[in-house]
């Protein structure tokens, strides 16, 4: 989805009421009573009901029992009836804006009243437009950011990863080499094993008192020339004795790298 945009205004009245929507924002709380009270038209004072006077005979001797009082008829400013309009002393156009934000609103309202049918249309659209994405903003800056969370994790090394030791693979002909001695006191694991055969060649491990692999056919037509055994958290153990490499290959070079640990009794 494409994002929204605010268009610029392209009418006097649009640029005075962008105008007007960056000041507002800035505005204090005693600015905005100020022109929250410009705004509104001074109160009209509701005109008196007029009371029709009532004429009280004057006290005296008791007037003749045929005797009649008669009132005049009181005359009204208007129909009998009604009453004249008043017209407020004060107008809102009259009111004399107090703040710069005041001054803008002034003439954005007279700017306004000077549109065509097809500019207040264009202004409306414009205004609602400007609406809506002050509105997404606000939405978007109440949102928290959500940290991503950690979708792989982390392989932890084993414990033993910064004791390792390293030794050498390397035979010319047939035969077997030991590539680490018997540890003494010491339990060995192996960690890794590396390897590659410049021909066709079986290949075992001797892992100490747990025996001997295997045979492992490299070099040939369809078999690999060499391979990595990357043990991880489950070594090779071969207790207190060395660990060796045996090859039947004549005249065949292997050559790579055992790592390997020692690990004291507890």
Do not use: H
């Not at 009573?33 to 009532?54: G, K, N, S």
């Not at 049918?117 to 609406?131: G, P, R, W």
């Not at 392989?155 to 035969?175: C, D, E, R, V």
């Amino acid at each position: 989805m494409a994002n929204q945009t605010t268009p610029s205004p392209t009418t006097e009245a649009g640029i005075a009421f962008a105008a007007w929507v960056a000041d507002r924002r800035t505005l204090t709380p005693e600015e905005l009573a100020d022109i929250l009270a410009q705004l509104q038209p001074p109160a009209e004072v509701a005109p008196a009901t007029p009371t029709p006077p009532v004429t009280t005979p004057a006290a005296g001797p008791a007037a003749a029992p045929q005797a009649t009082i008669t009132l005049p008829i009181q005359q009204w400013a208007g129909p009998q009836g009604s009453f004249a309009t008043l017209s407020p002393s004060i107008l809102p156009a009259d009111i004399a804006p107090t703040t710069a934000f005041g001054q803008e609103f002034q003439a954005w309202v007279t700017k306004r009243d000077a549109l065509t049918a097809a500019q207040i249309a264009d202004l409306t659209a414009q205004i609602a437009t400007l609406t809506q994405n002050l509105a997404a903003v606000k939405v978007a800056a109440a949102t928290p950011t959500v940290a991503p969370a950690l979708i792989i994790a982390r392989t932890p090394y084993p414990k033993w990863w910064n004791a390792l030791l390293t030794a050498p693979i390397s035979l010319a002909t047939a035969g077997t080499q030991i590539i680490v001695a018997t540890p003494g006191k010491f339990t060995l694991f192996i960690a890794s094993i590396v390897l590659v055969v410049s021909d066709e060649t079986n290949i075992s491990f001797g892992f100490g008192v747990f025996g001997s692999s295997g045979a492992m056919l490299l070099g040939g037509g369809t078999q690999p020339s060499g391979m990595v055994i990357a043990m991880g958290d489950s070594p090779a153990p071969c207790g207190k004795s060395g660990f060796t490499i045996t090859s039947d290959g004549v005249d065949v070079a292997v050559g790579g790298f055992v790592t390997y640990y020692l690990e004291t009794e507890t």
